[in-house]
C-alpha cells in the first residue's frame, strides 16, 4: 500500500470516528424522511448536499491544509526527500488527506443512489453519482495544486496565484455542474458541431481538468523533490484548453454571407487563447538569466533534447502562439475585405516579444524586488487605461502604439516592430552593464 495513503488511514480512520459519522448521517436522514412528511426525495436531496459539504468542500480544505500543515511543521522537506516518488507521493495526498471525508461522502452517496434509482432512469443515475465523485477530484486537484503552487512560492504572491486558480477553477466547476443541470431533463450542447448531453459533456470535461489538476501537482512535486520538468506539458495544456474553450463558441451564421469559413471564429479564439496562457508562462516560470543562458548554450552546442527540457516554458509556448498566429494570418490574408485586420495577429505577437523584453529588463534588475507585478501593472496601464483615455479623448489616431487593432495595418505593426527593438536595445544594454566591459 501507498506510504502515505496509509499514514492517513491511521491517523484519520480510528474508531470513535468510524461510528461517528454513520450515526450522524442516520440520524440526519431519519430526520429528513419525517420532516418531508414519508418521501425519499427530500432524504436524496439532502445526501447529495450532505456529500457537498462532507467531501467536496471539507475534503478539499483537508487536502490543501494537509500539505501546508507539513510546512509549518517543518515535516514537508523530509517526506519530498524521501524515497517516495512523486507519483506515489500527489496520489497518497489527494486521497489520504481527505479519506474521513470519503468515508462519509461514500455513506451520502449509497443513501443518494437508492434514492436516484428509483426517480431517475439507471443511466441517468449513474451519470449524477459520477458527477459528485469528479467534482470532488476536481476541487481535491485543485486544491492540491494550490497548496503546493503556495508551497512553491513560499510567499504571499504564491498565496494570490492560489486564490485565482481557485476562484479559476471554482468557476469552471460551476459551469460544469450548472450545464449538467437540471438533473432528470435531458439537454444537449454544441460543440464543434457535435450535439452532446449537458450532463455527458460534464462528465467528460470533469474528467479532462481533473486529470490536469492531479498532473500539475504531479509536476510540483517532482520541482520540490529537485527534479526538471519539460515544456511539453505546458504546450499540451494550452493546446487542450485552445481546444475545449474554442469548442463552446457558438455558430455564427452570418458568417457564410461574407465567405468566412465558419472555423475561422475559432481559430481566432484558439490565438486568444494561447496568447494568455503564453502570459501565464511568463509570469509564473524561470526568467533568470543563467537559465536562458544555460539553455542557448545546449541548443548551440547540439545538445537539442537536454536544451529544451531545460527550456523555460513561455518560450515553447510563445511559439505555439506565434504559429496560431501565421496560421489566423493567412486565412485571414484570403479575405479581400479583410485590409488591414490581417496584420492584427502579427502585430499581437510582435507586442507580446516586446512585453516578454520588458519582463525581462525588469527581472534583471537584481535590486528590484517586485519585477511581476511591475511588469502587471506597465501592461495593464499600456493595454486598459491608457487606450481608454485615449479613446475619451477622440485620439484614435494613436492607438496602434499601445496595442493591436484591426485598423492598425502595417504602421500599426511598424509601431510595434519600433516599440520591442527599443526595449530589446534596454534590455541587452543591461545585460552588458550587469555583466561589466
Given at each position: 500500500?501507498?506510504?502515505?495513503?496509509?499514514?492517513?488511514?491511521?491517523?484519520?480512520?480510528?474508531?470513535?470516528?468510524?461510528?461517528?459519522?454513520?450515526?450522524?448521517?442516520?440520524?440526519?436522514?431519519?430526520?429528513?424522511?419525517?420532516?418531508?412528511?414519508?418521501?425519499?426525495?427530500?432524504?436524496?436531496s439532502l445526501a447529495s448536499t450532505a456529500f457537498v459539504l462532507l467531501t467536496v468542500l471539507w475534503g478539499g480544505r483537508r487536502v490543501h491544509l494537509d500539505v501546508l500543515q507539513e510546512v509549518d511543521g517543518q515535516t514537508w522537506d523530509s517526506q519530498r526527500m524521501s524515497?517516495?516518488?512523486?507519483?506515489r507521493l500527489t496520489w497518497g495526498k489527494l486521497l489520504g488527506a481527505p479519506v474521513y471525508s470519503w468515508y462519509g461522502g461514500l455513506l451520502?452517496?449509497?443513501?443518494?443512489?437508492?434514492?436516484?434509482?428509483?426517480?431517475?432512469?439507471?443511466?441517468?443515475?449513474?451519470?449524477?453519482?459520477?458527477?459528485l465523485v469528479l467534482a470532488a477530484l476536481f476541487v481535491h486537484g485543485l486544491a492540491l495544486f494550490g497548496?503546493?503552487?503556495?508551497?512553491?512560492?513560499?510567499?504571499?504572491?504564491?498565496?494570490?496565484?492560489?486564490?485565482?486558480?481557485?476562484?479559476?477553477?471554482?468557476?469552471?466547476?460551476?459551469?460544469?455542474?450548472?450545464?449538467?443541470?437540471?438533473?432528470?431533463?435531458?439537454?444537449?450542447?454544441?460543440?464543434?458541431?457535435?450535439?452532446?448531453?449537458?450532463?455527458?459533456?460534464?462528465?467528460?470535461?470533469?474528467?479532462?481538468?481533473?486529470?490536469?489538476?492531479?498532473y500539475g501537482a504531479y509536476r510540483l512535486i517532482r520541482i520540490e523533490q529537485g527534479y526538471e520538468n519539460g515544456p511539453l506539458g505546458w504546450v499540451l495544456f494550452m493546446l487542450f484548453c485552445a481546444l475545449w474553450l474554442t469548442g463552446l463558441l457558438p455558430p455564427v451564421p452570418e458568417i457564410e454571407a461574407v465567405n468566412v469559413s465558419a472555423w475561422l471564429p475559432r481559430l481566432g479564439g484558439a490565438?486568444?487563447?494561447?496568447?494568455?496562457?503564453?502570459?501565464?508562462?511568463?509570469?509564473?516560470?524561470?526568467?533568470?538569466?543563467?537559465?536562458?543562458?544555460?539553455?542557448?548554450?545546449?541548443?548551440?552546442?547540439?545538445?537539442?533534447?537536454?536544451g529544451l527540457h531545460v527550456m523555460p516554458r513561455w518560450i515553447p509556448a510563445y511559439g505555439v502562439t506565434l504559429l496560431a498566429a501565421l496560421w489566423l494570418t493567412s486565412e485571414l490574408a484570403r479575405l479581400?475585405?479583410?485590409?488591414?485586420?490581417?496584420?492584427?495577429?502579427?502585430?499581437?505577437?510582435?507586442?507580446?516579444?516586446?512585453?516578454v523584453f520588458l519582463v525581462l529588463w525588469l527581472h534583471a534588475d537584481a535590486r528590484r524586488r517586485h519585477a511581476a507585478s511591475t511588469a502587471l501593472a506597465l501592461l495593464v496601464l499600456g493595454y486598459l487605461l491608457i487606450p481608454a483615455l485615449l479613446s475619451l479623448a477622440g485620439w484614435t489616431a494613436v492607438l496602434p502604439a499601445f496595442l493591436p487593432r484591426h485598423d492598425g495595418g502595417l504602421v500599426g505593426l511598424a509601431l510595434a516592430v519600433a516599440e520591442t527593438a527599443a526595449v530589446a536595445w534596454a534590455l541587452s544594454a543591461r545585460g552588458r552593464f550587469r555583466s561589466g566591459p
Open positions: 500500500m501507498n506510504p502515505e495513503l496509509r499514514r492517513h488511514l491511521w491517523l484519520e480512520l480510528n474508531p470513535q470516528r468510524l461510528v461517528l459519522m454513520p450515526l450522524v448521517l442516520v440520524v440526519l436522514f431519519v430526520l429528513a424522511y419525517r420532516l418531508g412528511g414519508g418521501a425519499w426525495q427530500p432524504v436524496g524515497s517516495l516518488g512523486a507519483w451520502c452517496l449509497g443513501v443518494y443512489a437508492v434514492v436516484a434509482f428509483g426517480r431517475l432512469p439507471a443511466a441517468w443515475a449513474v451519470r449524477n453519482l459520477a458527477l497548496a503546493l503552487l503556495s508551497v512553491r512560492n513560499r510567499a504571499s504572491e504564491g498565496v494570490r496565484r492560489s486564490s485565482a486558480l481557485a476562484l479559476f477553477g471554482l468557476l469552471i466547476l460551476a459551469l460544469l455542474m450548472t450545464v449538467a443541470s437540471p438533473l432528470d431533463v435531458p439537454r444537449t450542447i454544441e460543440w464543434y458541431g457535435y450535439e452532446l448531453s449537458q450532463q455527458r459533456f460534464a462528465l467528460l470535461s470533469l474528467i479532462a481538468w481533473s486529470g490536469w489538476l492531479v490565438f486568444a487563447v494561447c496568447a494568455a496562457l503564453t502570459y501565464v508562462a511568463l509570469f509564473t516560470g524561470d526568467k533568470r538569466q543563467v537559465m536562458l543562458s544555460q539553455t542557448w548554450s545546449l541548443l548551440r552546442g547540439g545538445y537539442l533534447r537536454r479581400p475585405w479583410a485590409g488591414g485586420l490581417a496584420w492584427m495577429p502579427a502585430t499581437a505577437m510582435v507586442f507580446m516579444l516586446r512585453d
